[in-house]
């Protein structure tokens, strides 16, 4: 084989197809091929009709490719699991794939395999909302202490704290946070006693605080 000039033109092998006869080097017979991908390609024509040359090289890549593209198949990063196979744009692979929390969304395949996308967000939100949880623990407003978080209510967080005079009270972080709030409302009382008491009252300031104390127990001085 190899040695008789068959005549090839016109022949497809894969998706090469035989265009015309180029030239004889050592014995061989050169052709000139197309290939389906619209690639030009000379070969030998033992090579082609072996089945050894079956495109211009497209196929072998589209094959790398395929070998490349089932690696991520099913495969799990963190949260995210590959489902199936999106497609290339911008020579980038792109999956579909589902979040443990039960998202679904299209991921770049070299982030994931470089651990750049862990979740579809929700992990990121998760940890965004701990630092918020965290971020008060232990801080101090005026005269109030934040002990730990209580609970979560109309989008506001609210702080178990103690105020200097010992009482305990939830507040609302936003409050804490723009100084709305720096007692549990004996500031205000005791800037009250300070304000009315003058030395000359008829009562003394411990009569003052008591009194006070009772309007307050009546919500009338509260913070
Ligand atoms: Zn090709
Ligand atoms: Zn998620
Ligand atoms: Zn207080």
């Known amino acids: 084989m190899g040695r008789r000039k068959l005549d090839l033109v016109g022949q497809r092998f894969g998706r ?23 690639e030009k390609i000379i070969r030998p024509g033992q090579s082609l009709i072996s089945g050894q040359t079956q495109s211009c090289g497209c196929l072998q890549k589209e094959r790398a490719h395929e070998t490349h593209f089932k690696d991520l198949m099913g495969r799990k990063f963190s ?39 862990l979740s579809c967000g929700c992990l990121r939100n998760e940890r965004i909302r701990e630092t918020q949880l965290k971020d008060l623990t232990g801080k101090i407003f005026g005269r109030i202490t934040v002990i730990n978080f209580d609970r979560r209510k109309n989008g506001n967080i609210f702080w178990n704290c103690i105020c ?13 946070k723009r100084g709305l709030t720096v007692s549990c409302g004996c500031y205000k009382l005791h800037r009250i006693i300070d304000e009315i008491y003058d030395g000359k009252s008829y009562y003394t300031k411990e009569e003052w605080k008591e009194i006070i104390k009772e309007e307050t127990s009546n919500g009338k001085f509260f913070r």
């Open 16 to 38: 090469l197809t035989v265009v015309n006869f180029d030239k004889k080097i050592n014995k061989k017979y050169f052709w000139n091929c197309i290939c389906d991908c619209g």
């Open 79 to 117: 949260r995210i699991k590959v489902i199936s196979f999106k497609g290339i744009y911008n020579k980038r692979t792109y999956w579909n794939c589902i979040c443990d929390c039960g998202k679904e969304k299209v991921i770049n395949g070299d982030h994931l395999k470089r651990g750049l996308i």
């Open 164 to 176: 200097k005079c010992g009482k305990k009270i939830s507040i609302n972080g936003n409050s804490l």
